[in-house]
Structure formats: structure tokens, C-alpha cells
């Protein structure tokens, strides 16, 4: 088990490389700069930002395209750059490479380095105030779908095909088919501007949190309840299950002891890649209640371009996934002994 | 001896299906007497476990219906018992061991857990106890290492190993009547004979009887004391076991005892296959529903059931030909 | 249990392969609930294909004075901010989500097929790899990604459903894999490569269409899936650009103006919703029809 755990969590490095490959490339072979969206800044001042954030890197215009370095307006750059394509092609990817090392080197370190955009502030400290405003926002919406996916899943298997079993699932298709930008206003036009229970935006206390945490959790809660119902009605199908009640136990002991466990296997293994689609709803759910969280930071800072905010919200989020699927891997190694003993 | 331990008569067990009504059992009485090793033959579907489920409370209800004349077990009608009642007698007097020892027990929870719980419900032991006469009836099946591997799961067993932990795990409260539903079909050949024994062996310590659920002629033969042959849910041959293999009288008998290879006498007779299928027991053929693939059919065979009657001191037949 | 009596197989797997799909269709129509969904959902397709040629306004024909106004006779659902008919923008916006769910969903379909069936039959090594990749990129956040790339790539449409597409093939590979790991045991497989056709013919001429009944039930709930996030891309403005419309970028609109202006969320959020619902009841009626024991 330990020796299972290791491997797994040695696994999710290189995957982090990739996602930062991935994402790094994107960023490169962008069209458009990070800049262009400004106000014209003198050359000088556009040169040196870009040589704080690694995009010219001094040695390889030295070393693949030296008469870059006397030149000073954009369109001497440009047509410079028409004159040696396949010079100026190679500064490029040599300055890729440094710029890669680099980020590299300070992601490793926990530096997210600064934001293009806002250029006093850190993208650290950025993830700083978000995640844990995200983070709250998953766990509540996590514990509202456990708790009333789990509760309704049950009920539907008990009493499958009857009335409860058909209300139930209906209302879980339901709750699969209303988009969360559709359910989020209209609970907002209800409770909060129609009830008056709940204030609309905001984040500060339990009240402000009820409402995006239903809104985020309701489509995971709908496919809980339906995998509650699938897992425990395929495993109350098994030999294992006719074998304990031949034994005489108690419908109790059969239920509980004997089919909830392998009947909520497929609810945990659903509940790795649920992550990442919570991670996805947040972003919706963060806009429409004005929560100040990472999903609304990430939308701001792709739209605007601020492509190094865009980039260590992706790793972050990654790192995140990546720990909750090892998490939910090991709990079904706990559950399940064919798995712990592979 | 011939003191009866259990007596079904008349047992039905149906399901409904899309338009009608499928008669899984269709009508049975058997009798089990104290000490003795009754086989019920017929192939796949014939209702033989089913029969078994209905007396047990096994049949999930709804969607299935089990009524009948009766299923006393040492006395008690279990058809009118209460499912509490039930619950009691299943896995304490009346213990069944099922095919497929690898789905049969359950692979989240280890084999103490699963031996333990039986005692637990049944005779009002603590966990620590029950352990200890479950580590004792493990060595008597014949586990090495009952100890350790107590703690173990199923799936770290062979299935000769995990056969042992079912029937360990039916003999925990001493049963009077054990259920062995096809108790070797999924095992190797060596494995199979080695299990036999250990029922044989269990029967005699035990003194108890014990109900061989089998399609396999071949495992009656010389473990069973009586047979009763089925067909589409209804008992067509009963009778003493050696009587039956030597001289069958239903036409089904006949084929099934055709259709196996046999190392006394007739060397050179052919295997006959049985031509055909058994019946969908939602579409009964009208008459004897052996009729289509019967090669001694009658017009009257197509016409009436034929009526159970009696064709010896102890022997009984279902056919209007034999 | 095992039957000591041989019984006449082929003649079995003839019956059955031919009423497969007629065995299907009759518990299709069973399903009261599944052919309802079917005729709602015939009845958005028409309302948005049709609807546009009887009602005499355009999609992007504004008339600023009149403004938002609720229901009348002249605007059945209204009209939005612009003074523009929220009902041909509802019906136009409607060709545009269903158009999208289609396009993304045959590139899954593509994608995943291709994957799975190729996992599936070489199996071994590459199979392990494969379904390692897959599942690697299951605990990725996609999303993210997609959102990324619209932004710093422009916002077409056709770039939309590719990416859409091209992240939401993950289920299908599996799904596809485990069918034709067990159909490849299958005795046609090995009568097929007794007779010298290549693995890829093998793999798309009789594994692929053997496993046809999964992957049309997938499909079928492939559609609402990439609707819904469809929407979500252009709810969030990254998606189909104004004037333009689609269902996402209506509620959008909507919900930025709920408060002064209600139908502008509801008309187009409840026929959204209406459309996932059926497109989800259907899904799960061909899953009960084709396949019992399936379930997700």
C-alpha cells in the first residue's frame, strides 16, 4: 500500500511537466503579444519589460541575430526579423528555452512570478486570496452533493421501480440538464431577490455561501444519487449478496455490511474526475455570485491575456486534481482489497 | 432412519415476464430424511435451485410468488414462516453452499468477518470467540495455516480454498440440512473430487442430511443415497440412486443418463446427446413438457400432464409411456 | 451452470443478432418516457430549423427605442436590450447550440472510436499505455485548457466545436475499449483473422459495428454534454460572438438583466434546459433499450 502510494505520487511530476509543457507552449505560440492590449509604451520601456519577464533573452540575440540589439522601434525589429527568417526563428526557440528554464525553475520554487497585467502585484499572491475562497466554495458544494446524492441514490435503490425511484432519478436527469448559469440566477431571482432569504453576492458568511455552493454542487449531487442507485442495485445483483442473506443475517447487516461498500465504489472513483468538473462550474458559479475566487481570476486573466495568472491557475488547479484523484485512488484501495493487493 | 426431515409438497415458485407467467417450479414435493444424501439432477433451468430458494425465503418477492401445500422442516411449515423466523433457521439449521465459490463470498470483507458474523447472528457469540471456533472448523475443512490466512480475503485464495471457506462457513452452527447448490461445478476436476470427499465426510461427522443440487451425473453417482431427476420445474423420477442409474425409467432419465460417460458396463454404448432444449419456463409446451424432444411421445403426451404414480416400494415417475 | 445437453448454437446467434436492434426499438417505444423526450425534442429541432420563416423579424433587427419588453402578441417572448425579437433569437440561437452539439460530438465520436477500438484490440502494452494517457488526461483540468486556447486562438465556431469535441472523447474511448476487449475473444474475430484481414479492417469493419448499441448510447448523451458546455463557453463571452446568438449567450444576456427584465433569462434557460433534459431522457432510454445491463 505505501509502496503504491509512492509510485502514484512520484507519477504525478512528470505529469505536471507535461501540463506545464503544454500550457508554456500554448503561451509562446500565441499570436499577439502580452502587451499589444496597452497603451503604446516608448520602445525602451516595452524592451525592458520584456526582459524582465524573459521574453528577449540578451544571449541569444547575441549569439543567433546580434544586429537585433542596436535596434530600437518595433518596425526595424520586424523588418529585421523579414530580412534572416530562419535566424531570427532560432532566437526564438533559443529564447523559448532559457524563458522555459526559467519559469521552470522558480515554478519548482513555488514563484509564479509577476502578473502581466497588474505588474505590482505577484500572481502568488493572486492564487493566495483565490484558492482558498474556491477551495471553500468545492467543499461545500462537494458535501451538498454527497448528502443529498448519496440520501436519494439510496432511497431510489430501496425502492426501485416504484414511486420514490422514479421521482427520484427524474429530478437527478433534472438536475443534470439545468446548466449551472441557469439554476444559479434563477435560485438567486427566488431566494434572494423574490425571498429575500439569501443575499445574492458576495462572500463573507454562511448565508452568502449557501446559495453558490447549492448552485455548484446540485449537477454532482444529480449524478451521485444516479451512481448510488447503479453501484448498490448491480452489487444487491451479486452471489456474495444471496450468500449472506442464505446465511440468515439481518437485512440490516446485508445492506450495510455487505453492499455498500462495493455498491459506493463507483460514487468514489467518480469522485476524482468530479473535481475537475467542479473546478470548471466554479468559474460560472464565481461569476454569477461575484465570489472573489480563482475560477473569476482565471476568466479575467485570459480574456485579458495575463497569460502568467493564466498559466499557475491551470498548475495549481493541476497539482489539486492530480492530489484529489490519488486521494480518492488510495480510499478505493482501502475499500476495495482486490485493488490493495494488486 | 427414515424419520423425515424435510417434506415440500406441492411447492410453486413463479416470476412474471412480459405477458405471462414463468413457472420456475411448477408444482414439487421431495422429501429429505435425517442422515441421507439426497441429489436433485436436471440441466440448467430446470428449477432445481429455485426449488431450494422457494423453501428458504431466497426468492426476491416481489417480483416472484412461492406458494405450495407446504415445506415443513422438522415440523415447521417454512412457506407460512415469518421472514424473522426464517432468518433464523437459514444458516443455522439449514445451510447452503453455492457454486461459484469466487462471487459466492463476498470480496470486500475478509473470510473472518464472513465466518464470524454467522455466530454472531445466530448464537449470540462475541467477535473473539467466534473466531476461535471459526479458526477450528477452518483446520477441520481442511485450510493449512487457519490462523493466519483467517485474516486473509477471499481473492488470496484457490477456489478449492475458497470452496473449503463456503462450507466451512455453512457447518459453523452444525446445520441439520445442508444445501449444496452445484457445489463443485466450477472447479477442477482433482479439486472436485477432493470436495465431494470433504461432504461426504462432513455428512458422516455431522450426522446430519444434505440436499446435492447437481446437472452432473457424473457427482451423483456414489454420493448420493436417493435421486430426484427434474424437469421444467416439476420432479418427473424419484427414487433410489442405484435403482435410477440402473434402471431409469422416464425417457428424460434415460437421455441424461445417455448423454454421460459411464466406466461400469456398456463400454461401447454411444454418448447420445439429448436433441433439442429444455422448454422456456414462461411458454410450457401444452401436455408433458418433455414431449418435443421425447423419442417415446404419444398423442396422449401432448395432451395431459401425466399424473405423478408410484413404480416400486420407493420409486415414483412422471410419464404416461415409462 | 453448464448444460450437459449440446444445444444447436448457430441457429441461437442468428435469432439473436437480427432482433438486436428490432428487440431495442420495441423497448424504446415501451418507454413512455423516452418517446415523449423524443417528440419534445423533435419538437425544439423543428421550433429552431422552421420556427425562423413564420415569425417576420430578423435575428439581429434592432429597434432601440422599443427596447426590452416582455410578452406581447407581437413578440411572443418578448425582446431584449437592442429591441430585437427574443424569439427568433431564441429559435436562431437554438440552430447554433444544436449545430455545435452535433459537429463536437461526431469529433468525439471520431476521436473516440478510433482510440478505444485501437486499445481495445491490440491490448497488451499499447493498451496500457493508451488508457493510461486516458486516464491521466480524465483528472486534468480541460476546461481551463479549452478556455486558454479560444481565448489566445480567436473565437470561431469552428474552433469551438473542435476543442469541445476533442476533450469529450475520453468516455467513449473506454467505452469502446472494453466492447471490443471482449468482442475480440469472439469466434468471428478469429474466422476474420484465419482469413488473412488485416487488424485495422478487423477493427473497423468487425469490432466497431459489433459495438454500435454503446456507442450510440453514448453519443446520444455525448449531445447534451458539449450543448451544455457550449453554452457555458458562451455564456462567459468566449463562445459564439454577437450578434450572433446562442442559447448560452441569450441566458448570459439574461442573467445580466434578470432583475429588470426576467423573460430575457427565462425563455431561453427554460428551452436550454428543455432541450438537455430530453436530449438526457433519450440517452438513458437507448441505454435501457439496447443494453439491460449497462449502466453508467
Known amino acids: ?342 | 432412519m427414515s424419520e423425515l426431515l424435510l417434506q415440500v409438497r406441492n411447492l410453486h415458485v413463479h416470476y412474471p415476464v412480459d405477458g405471462g407467467v414463468s413457472r420456475a417450479v411448477d408444482g414439487v414435493s421431495l422429501d429429505v430424511r435425517r442422515g441421507e444424501t439426497l441429489a436433485v439432477v436436471g440441466e440448467s433451468g430446470s428449477g432445481k435451485s429455485q426449488t431450494m430458494y422457494g423453501v428458504l425465503g431466497l426468492v426476491p418477492r416481489p417480483p416472484g410468488r412461492v406458494f405450495g401445500d407446504g415445506a415443513y422442516f422438522e415440523g415447521e411449515d417454512l412457506l407460512r414462516a415469518s421472514e424473522r423466523r426464517l432468518r433464523g433457521i437459514r444458516g443455522n439449521r439449514i445451510a447452503m453452499i453455492f457454486q461459484d465459490p469466487m462471487t459466492a463470498l463476498n470480496p470486500f470483507l475478509t473470510v473472518e468477518r464472513q465466518l464470524t458474523e454467522v455466530l454472531e447472528v445466530h448464537k449470540g457469540l462475541r467477535r473473539k470467540e467466534a473466531r476461535n471456533l471459526a479458526i477450528e472448523m477452518l483446520a477441520k475443512v481442511g485450510i493449512p495455516d487457519p490462523e493466519r490466512r483467517i485474516d486473509q480475503y477471499p481473492h488470496q485464495f484457490s477456489g478449492g480454498m475458497r470452496q473449503r471457506v463456503m462450507i466451512a462457513m455453512a457447518l459453523l452452527c452444525r446445520p441439520s440440512l445442508l444445501v449444496a447448490d452445484e457445489p463443485t461445478t466450477a472447479l477442477d476436476v482433482t479439486i472436485q473430487a477432493q470436495i465431494l470427499e470433504l461432504l461426504r465426510a462432513t455428512r458422516r461427522e455431522m450426522d446430519g442430511s444434505i440436499i446435492l443440487i447437481t446437472h452432473d451425473l457424473g457427482v451423483v453417482a456414489g454420493n448420493a443415497d436417493r435421486i430426484a431427476v427434474m424437469y421444467a420445474g416439476r420432479v418427473v423420477e424419484k427414487g433410489p440412486s442405484r435403482e435410477i442409474f440402473e434402471s431409469p425409467l422416464h425417457p428424460y432419465t434415460r437421455g441424461l443418463l445417455a448423454s454421460v460417460p459411464r466406466l461400469d458396463a456398456e463400454q461401447k454404448a454411444p454418448l447420445v446427446p439429448i436433441p433439442g432444449q429444455p422448454p422456456d419456463p414462461s411458454r410450457l409446451p401444452s401436455g408433458c413438457p418433455f414431449r418435443p424432444r421425447c423419442p417415446a411421445a404419444t398423442a396422449r403426451c401432448a395432451q395431459e400432464y401425466p399424473p405423478t404414480r408410484s413404480a416400486g416400494p420407493e420409486r415414483e415417475v412422471a410419464c404416461w409411456v415409462a | 451452470m453448464t448444460s450437459t445437453v449440446p444445444v444447436a448454437a448457430p441457429e441461437l446467434e442468428e435469432i439473436e443478432g437480427t432482433s438486436l436492434w428490432r428487440d431495442a426499438w420495441r423497448r424504446l417505444k415501451k418507454n413512455r418516457m423516452a418517446v415523449a423526450a423524443a417528440a419534445v425534442l423533435g419538437g425544439i429541432v423543428l421550433f429552431c430549423v422552421a420556427g425562423p420563416l413564420f415569425v417576420p423579424y430578423s435575428f439581429d433587427e434592432q429597434n432601440l427605442e422599443y427596447g426590452a419588453r416582455g410578452p406581447s402578441a407581437e413578440h411572443w417572448f418578448g425582446t431584449d436590450l437592442h429591441g430585437r425579437d427574443l424569439l427568433v433569437r431564441t429559435m436562431y440561437g437554438g440552430r447554433i447550440s444544436l449545430a455545435v452539439g452535433l459537429a463536437a460530438t461526431l469529433v468525439s465520436l471520431t476521436i473516440g472510436v478510433a482510440y478505444g477500438a485501437i486499445a481495445g484490440y491490440f491490448g497488451g502494452r499499447v493498451d496500457a499505455i493508451m488508457m493510461r494517457v486516458v486516464d491521466v488526461l480524465y483528472t486534468l483540468p480541460f476546461m481551463f485548457v479549452v478556455i486558454l486556447f479560444l481565448v489566445l486562438f480567436g473565437r470561431s465556431i469552428v474552433l469551438l466545436f473542435v476543442a469541445l469535441g476533442a476533450v469529450s472523447w475520453l468516455t467513449m474511448a473506454r467505452i469502446v475499449r472494453g466492447q471490443v476487449l471482449s468482442l475480440k475473444q469472439s469466434e468471428f474475430v478469429d474466422a476474420a483473422r484465419a482469413a488473412g484481414v488485416r487488424d485495422l479492417a478487423i477493427v473497423f469493419r468487425h469490432l466497431v459495428p459489433n459495438a454500435l448499441g454503446p456507442i450510440v448510447v453514448y453519443a446520444t448523451l455525448t449531445v447534451p454534454r458539449v450543448m451544455l458546455e457550449e453554452a457555458f463557453l458562451s455564456y462567459l463571452g468566449l463562445g459564439v460572438q454577437p450578434p450572433m446568438a446562442s442559447w448560452g449567450l441569450l441566458v448570459s444576456d439574461g442573467a445580466n438583466n434578470m432583475m429588470l427584465h426576467p423573460h430575457l433569462l427565462i425563455f431561453p434557460g427554460l428551452l436550454l434546459t428543455l432541450t438537455l433534459f430530453s436530449l438526457n431522457f433519450l440517452g438513458d432510454g437507448l441505454r435501457d433499450a439496447l443494453d439491460p445491463r449497462m449502466r453508467t
Open chain 1, 1 to 342: 500500500m505505501i509502496r503504491f502510494v509512492l509510485r502514484r505520487i512520484l507519477g504525478i511530476f512528470p505529469i505536471l511537466l507535461v501540463v506545464f509543457t503544454f500550457s508554456f507552449v500554448l503561451m509562446r505560440v500565441a499570436p499577439g503579444g502580452p502587451f499589444d492590449a496597452e497603451k503604446p509604451v516608448p520602445p525602451e520601456v516595452k524592451r525592458n519589460l520584456e526582459l524582465r519577464y524573459r521574453m528577449r533573452e540578451p544571449w541569444c540575440e547575441a549569439r543567433f541575430l546580434p544586429a537585433l540589439q542596436g535596434v530600437r522601434s518595433p518596425d526595424e525589429e520586424r523588418a529585421l526579423r523579414r530580412a534572416s527568417p530562419w535566424a531570427s526563428r532560432a532566437e526564438r526557440v533559443c529564447t523559448g528555452l532559457f524563458q522555459y528554464g526559467w519559469m521552470l525553475g522558480n515554478y519548482v520554487r513555488g514563484d509564479f512570478g509577476p502578473s502581466y497585467k497588474y505588474k505590482d502585484r505577484s500572481v502568488n499572491e493572486f492564487i493566495r486570496a483565490g484558492m482558498p475562497v474556491t477551495l471553500q466554495l468545492g467543499l461545500l458544494a462537494v458535501t451538498f452533493a454527497l448528502g443529498i446524492g448519496l440520501v436519494a441514490g439510496l432511497v431510489a435503490a430501496v425502492y426501485q421501480n416504484r414511486w420514490p425511484d422514479h421521482l427520484a432519478m427524474i429530478a437527478a436527469l433534472l438536475g443534470i440538464s439545468v446548466p449551472n448559469f441557469v439554476l444559479g440566477p434563477v435560485l438567486i431571482l427566488v431566494f434572494s431577490l423574490g425571498l429575500l432569504w439569501f443575499p445574492p453576492a458576495r462572500w463573507e458568511s454562511l448565508s452568502h455561501v449557501f446559495l453558490p455552493g447549492l448552485t455548484l454542487g446540485s449537477v454532482y449531487a444529480a449524478y451521485v444519487a444516479r451512481l448510488t442507485r447503479g453501484g448498490m442495485l448491480e452489487v444487491v445483483r451479486q452471489d456474495f449478496i444471496r450468500t449472506a442473506r442464505a446465511k440468515g443475517l439481518p437485512e440490516r447487516l446485508v445492506i450495510l455490511r455487505h453492499a455498500l461498500r462495493g455498491g459506493l465504489l463507483p460514487v468514489v472513483s467518480y469522485l476524482g474526475p468530479a473535481m475537475a468538473a467542479l473546478f470548471t462550474g466554479s468559474i460560472v458559479v464565481e461569476r454569477i455570485f461575484n465570489v472573489p475566487g480563482m475560477g473569476r481570476y482565471f476568466v479575467d486573466a485570459a480574456i485579458n491575456r495575463d497569460i502568467t495568472l493564466a498559466m499557475a491557475v491551470v498548475m495549481v488547479n493541476a497539482v489539486f486534481l492530480l492530489v484529489a484523484n490519488l486521494v480518492v485512488d488510495v480510499v478505493l484501495g482501502i475499500l476495495d482489497p482486490r485493488v490493495r493487493y494488486e
